[in-house]
């Protein structure tokens, strides 16, 4: 069996519903597929996740993390980073990632650049478009995910959610 999954960190509701409007908004400006509104906090491990429940039941009263603070938009390079808003620094997040990269980096090496994706793909977004949003300042996450991320992103699932108490 072949496992390509990522650990997600999910916004609380009323932060996912605003950065699910974001990522409409450039899915259809730029033809692109939607996606739910993540930090990726490990990317793409070909192991099975299942054996890793116990460890994220552990560690999900972490993922309720609060105020990060959000950064101007931004475009990238990187089709996984089109177009995106950066993270500041938390404490909190640091955390939480820094203790599931010490359980994960058997597997693969991972670097954490913490962010929220607003628009996947292969193409040039224009500058004068990151600016067609007014994003909030600041973002708080409620709950982990294991989710399914094959290459094509309309492919994506949860395969286990881990909500925070």
């Known amino acids: 069996m072949s496992h390509n ?20 908004f450039y899915s259809k400006l730029y033809g ?12 793409r491990m070909k192991v ?14 972490q ?16 089709q996984w980073k089109k ?13 939480l990632q820094n203790k599931i990269d ?3 980096r058997k597997y693969r090496d991972y670097e954490f650049d913490p962010h929220v994706s607003l628009a996947y793909g292969n193409f040039i ?6 600016s067609l949003i007014s994003i909030v300042k600041k973002i708080s996450f409620s709950s982990l995910a ?8 309309k492919n994506w699932n949860i395969i286990q959610k881990f909500d925070s108490v």
């Open 83 to 95: 177009v995106h808003i950066p993270l500041s620094l938390n404490k909190n997040l640091l955390e």
């Open 125 to 130: 977004p224009n500058k004068k478009d990151i």
């Open 48 to 61: 099975n996740p299942k054996l890793f429940y116990s460890f994220f039941n552990k560690v999900k009263l």
């Open 63 to 78: 993922s309720k993390i609060k105020n990060v603070h959000t950064l101007a938009n931004k475009i990238g390079d990187s």
């Open 32 to 43: 692109t597929d939607k996606f739910l509104p993540h930090v990726t906090l490990f990317g």
């Open 102 to 104: 010490k359980k994960f």
């Open 5 to 24: 999954w990522s650990v997600w960190l999910l916004p609380k509701a009323e932060d996912k519903k605003i950065y699910a409007e974001y990522i409409t």
């Open 146 to 153: 294991i989710v399914n991320t094959p290459n094509e992103i």
